[in-house]
């Protein structure tokens, strides 16, 4: 049995929490089993995943090196693969992630613009073990109204990185979605619901009914 692998990815503030909600609350409607993980991070507080967590987002890090950075969420995706993602999909639970490997080729390799980018993809791989998406949803929304929405309640050190950075992610983003059309999709901004039912028109194909082989 296999579950189902689905990311969430975009900008800071695009909606990817918000949509995440809604649609892990839509399936358990359904029955489904669910599990949701956000990167970087664990699954309880003070496990190694969120300590990686608080290390990598805290303002006070800021001479932290884009390769130290990218290491540390490296770990904390393999980490989650091994404990968690794996065994998930292995007993055939839909496991739904805030962020995948797709950030770090956006984040560090686009929007840092220092690490080449297929050395981004290539620490994804020994991370991950190679384990992909079955669908990624890219909330795409211009890097402006994103950060107003995510810095409302304080910036964190990713958040505080700048306008040109955020455009580098975004069109990173989009790059990225240009070149796996099968896997990565584009969902425009809209208000919530919409964006919501354009979420489901993706993954509702992709589901098996719970209680049938
Ligand atoms: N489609 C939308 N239209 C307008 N506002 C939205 C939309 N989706 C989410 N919001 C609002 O934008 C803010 C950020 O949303 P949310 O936390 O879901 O984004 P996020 O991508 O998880 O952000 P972060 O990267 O900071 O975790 C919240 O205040 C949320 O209510
Ligand atoms: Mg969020």
Redesign the pocket.
């Known amino acids: 049995m296999s579950g189902l692998f689905i990311t969430f990815e975009?900008?800071?503030?695009?909606?990817?929490?918000?949509?995440i909600a809604l649609l892990a609350a839509r399936l358990r409607e359904l029955g489904h089993e669910v599990r949701t993980f956000r990167e970087p991070g664990g699954v309880v507080p003070g496990d190694a995943g969120e300590r990686i967590r608080e290390i990598v987002l805290d303002p006070i890090h800021e001479g932290l090196g884009v390769r130290a950075e990218l290491l540390l969420y490296e770990a904390s995706r393999a980490q989650l693969v091994e404990t968690h993602y794996r065994p998930a999909l292995a007993e055939g639970v839909i496991v739904l992630c805030?962020r995948y490997a797709d950030s770090s080729v956006a984040y560090q390799g686009y929007g840092r613009a220092v690490l080449p980018v297929d050395e981004v993809r290539e620490l994804n791989r020994i991370a991950t073990g190679g384990l992909a998406p079955d669908l990624t949803l890219l909330?795409d929304v211009d890097a402006v109204s994103g950060l107003e929405?995510?810095t409302?309640e304080g910036a964190d050190r990713l958040?505080a990185a700048g306008h040109d950075f955020h455009e580098r992610v975004r069109e990173g983003y989009l790059e990225m979605a240009a070149a796996e059309p099968d896997r990565i999709k584009v969902v425009p901004?809209?208000?919530?619901d919409e964006?919501a039912a354009v979420v489901w028109a993706y993954v509702e194909p992709l589901l098996v009914r719970p209680g049938r082989v």
Request: glycine content about 20%.
């Open positions: 975009g900008g800071d503030g695009s909606g990817k929490s918000t949509q805030d909330l929405q995510a409302a958040e901004r809209a208000p919530v964006v």
